[in-house]
Nanobody, 120 residues
């Protein structure tokens, strides 16, 4: 079983910054991709950013240049630094990790979500 603990959400004014964290614990052999998704009211969940075990990153177009994803493998933690926040960034943000349990067996795990609200 793997547990994910997210933190860092909150209320911020437009133009401000927040840093999200997601720490993983439990029984697994290796963490592969780590990512952040978000779901705004009335909308589908969308990928925000993902980082591979090798450090390669990918971002959705709307956050490029404003958000930075990073990871600390020693702490099994993924971060999302969000700068120049806009009201349209308001959403519940979820972290997702892909782990190798043993051999060829792996699973994806989701955090419970943290609310980010950007006021205009």
């Amino acid at each position: 079983q793997v547990q994910l603990v997210e933190s860092g959400g909150g209320l911020v004014q437009a133009g401000g910054s927040l840093r999200l964290s997601c720490a993983a614990s439990g029984r697994f052999f290796k963490i592969n991709d780590m990512g952040w998704y978000r779901q705004a009211p009335g909308k589908q969940r969308e990928l925000v950013a993902v980082i591979s075990s090798g450090g390669n990153t990918n971002y959705t177009d709307s956050v490029k240049g404003r958000f930075t994803i990073s990871r600390d493998n020693a702490k099994n933690t993924v971060y999302l630094q969000m700068n120049s926040l806009k009201p349209e960034d308001t959403a519940v943000y979820y972290c997702k990790i892909a782990v190798t349990i043993i051999g060829p067996y792996g699973m994806d795990y989701w955090g419970k979500g943290t609310l980010v609200t950007v006021s205009s």
